[in-house]
């Protein structure tokens, strides 16, 4: 039956701004590295992306692609299951972009919430760009272009993946009508054959009828497997299930990841920009210094005051990293000051070094061996092209671009 399941697409970028820490790997790798194995998953490098806030410094972006491809690999992901790609190998992103921008009304944008908020938070920097406008459509585009299914995102990007949703459905209205596009429909249900045709009907009717959207999921799934229906057909097809013309561009679902809150070194959440950060390179010695001069409960000045973890930045790394067992034993060590601070930290620094050991040798091993991330990022490129360009031969023919 497995052939028979669609393949769902899942798409993410990462911006190459630096190092990854453990905020990184706690709140996104650990999710990709799960979802590679449940879906066909394609992760980029956003380098462009990185650029419309780097753009007057754009060496750190150019050293931090490699980087951040390593640290991907070292912390688990397979570039057997995945496709990893740099955003800028694959000219496509940037011409949906530039055709997307025809029919984007300016508002959408400047409305995106995302926008003034980074305005105002990084007005060390002149933000008042074309480029950091049209973040959200490049971001669009990368993730149309290959037609994904779903986008693991943090909460913060959600209206991003939202925006996105108005610009498909924006161009499918625009460029989806054929002035016969029921006859062509109904035509393209013929040839799927009389039963699943009438599975068809029954399904679309319950789903324009009553709303019934299981069965709008389950007509799309019954539309995505159908073995002789061609891509036109299939836009078709999936665009008269909701009464519109063709779906040319399928609306995106964000995939939300349950946002472990990393705490970083002094209590806030773990972020480059606070300089509180564990990063996954850090050697164990750079670990057990940096932890162990963590501000603690402000209250146990002494050896002897008693203090209360639930004050103490370094209780919310006892709660992901340590047992019940240990963290019994802080709670109450604390609390009667029988334990002291850098004995409290001991179990902290051991785990993260447990955690990063591996992490470490795999990176080391990649660092040494530099064709094959290049080799990687190649392959990774071909496959990821292959697939837009396929997009994009269908963009440019609803847009009239294919004049011949
Ligand atoms: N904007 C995303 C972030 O800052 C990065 C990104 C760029 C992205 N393009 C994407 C994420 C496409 C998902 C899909 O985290
Ligand atoms: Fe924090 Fe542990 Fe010190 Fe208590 S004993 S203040 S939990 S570091």
Same mark, same amino acid.
């Given at each position: 039956?497995?052939?028979?399941?669609?393949?769902?697409?899942?798409?993410?970028?990462?911006?190459?701004?630096?190092?990854?820490?453990?905020?990184?790997?706690?709140?996104?790798?650990? $999710?990709?590295?799960?979802?590679?194995?449940?879906?066909?998953?394609?992760?980029?490098?956003?380098?462009?992306?990185?650029?419309?806030?780097?753009? +007057?410094? %754009?060496?750190?972006?150019? =050293?931090?692609? =490699?980087?951040?491809?390593?640290?991907?690999?070292?912390?688990?992901?397979?570039?057997? #299951?995945?496709?990893?790609?740099?955003?800028?190998?694959?000219?496509?992103?940037?011409?949906?972009?530039?055709?997307?921008?025809?029919?984007?009304?300016?508002?959408? @944008?400047?409305?995106?919430?995302?926008?003034?908020?980074?305005?105002?938070?990084? *007005?060390?920097?002149? @933000?008042?760009?074309?480029?950091?406008?049209?973040?959200?459509?490049?971001?669009?585009?990368?993730?149309?272009?290959?037609?994904?299914?779903?986008?693991?995102?943090?909460?913060?990007?959600?209206?991003?993946?939202?925006?996105?949703?108005?610009?498909?459905?924006?161009?499918?209205?625009?460029?989806? *009508?054929? &002035?016969?596009?029921?006859?062509?429909?109904?035509?393209?249900?013929? &040839?799927?054959?009389?039963?699943?045709?009438?599975?068809?009907?029954?399904?679309?009717?319950?789903?324009? +009828?009553?709303?019934?959207?299981?069965?709008?999921?389950?007509?799309?799934?019954?539309?995505?497997?159908?073995?002789?229906?061609?891509?036109?057909?299939?836009?078709?097809?999936?665009?008269?299930?909701?009464? $519109?013309?063709?779906?040319?561009?399928? +609306? %995106?679902?964000?995939?939300?990841?349950?946002?472990?809150?990393?705490?970083?070194?002094?209590?806030?959440?773990?972020?480059?920009?606070?300089? $509180?950060?564990? #990063? @996954?390179? !850090?050697?164990?010695?750079?670990?057990?210094?940096?932890?162990?001069?963590? %501000?603690?409960?402000?209250?146990?000045?002494?050896?002897?005051?008693?203090? !209360?973890?639930? *004050?103490?930045?370094?209780?919310?790394?006892?709660?992901?990293?340590?047992?019940?067992?240990?963290?019994?034993?802080?709670?109450?060590?604390?609390?009667?000051?029988?334990?002291?601070?850098?004995?409290? &930290?001991?179990?902290?620094?051991?785990?993260? $070094?447990?955690?990063?050991?591996?992490?470490?040798?795999?990176? !080391? !091993?990649?660092?040494?061996?530099?064709?094959?991330?290049?080799?990687?990022?190649? +392959?990774?490129? =071909? *496959?990821?092209?292959?697939?837009?360009?396929?997009?994009?031969?269908?963009?440019?023919?609803?847009?009239?671009?294919?004049?011949?």
């Amino acid at each position: 039956m497995a052939a028979l399941v669609p393949v769902t697409r899942v798409v993410s970028g990462m911006r190459p701004t630096g190092r990854l820490h453990l905020g990184h790997y706690h709140g996104v790798l650990k $999710n990709w590295v799960r979802l590679q194995h449940e879906y066909e998953c394609l992760f980029f490098v956003a380098d462009w992306h990185a650029l419309t806030t780097h753009y +007057e410094g %754009p060496a750190v972006v150019a =050293r931090s692609v =490699r980087e951040m491809v390593i640290d991907w690999l070292a912390a688990g992901i397979d570039a057997h #299951s995945a496709t990893l790609f740099v955003q800028s190998d694959i000219p496509q992103h940037a011409e949906l972009h530039l055709l997307l921008s025809m029919m984007t009304p300016l508002a959408w @944008l400047e409305r995106v919430p995302t926008y003034k908020d980074q305005q105002e938070r990084l *007005r060390e920097k002149d @933000l008042d760009t074309y480029g950091f406008l049209g973040y959200p459509l490049l971001q669009t585009a990368d993730i149309l272009a290959y037609r994904a299914a779903f986008v693991p995102v943090g909460e913060d990007q959600i209206p991003h993946i939202e925006f996105s949703r108005e610009i498909a459905r924006r161009f499918n209205y625009l460029y989806g *009508r054929e &002035k016969d596009f029921v006859e062509r429909a109904e035509e393209a249900l013929r &040839k799927m054959g009389r039963k699943p045709a009438k599975a068809y009907q029954d399904l679309r009717v319950a789903y324009l +009828e009553r709303g019934d959207s299981e069965a709008l999921d389950t007509a799309r799934a019954l539309v995505e497997r159908q073995p002789n229906v061609t891509l036109g057909d299939k836009e078709r097809l999936l665009g008269y299930l909701e009464g $519109n013309g063709r779906l040319i561009l399928p +609306e %995106p679902q964000p995939l939300l990841t349950n946002e472990s809150r990393m705490p970083g070194l002094d209590g806030q959440k773990m972020s480059k920009s606070y300089g $509180n950060t564990i #990063s @996954l390179r !850090e050697t164990p010695d750079e670990v057990t210094k940096k932890v162990r001069t963590m %501000p603690t409960d402000p209250s146990r000045v002494r050896r002897a005051d008693p203090g !209360e973890p639930g *004050r103490c930045p370094v209780w919310p790394f006892h709660v992901i990293y340590s047992s019940t067992e240990t963290r019994a034993w802080v709670e109450e060590g604390c609390r009667s000051a029988r334990i002291g601070c850098l004995e409290c &930290k001991q179990p902290v620094i051991d785990a993260i $070094n447990a955690e990063l050991a591996p992490i470490r040798v795999r990176a !080391e !091993e990649l660092e040494q061996d530099p064709s094959r991330v290049r080799t990687i990022l190649a +392959e990774g490129a =071909r *496959r990821a092209r292959d697939i837009a360009e396929e997009t994009l031969v269908d963009v440019r023919r609803a847009m009239n671009l294919i004049w011949d």
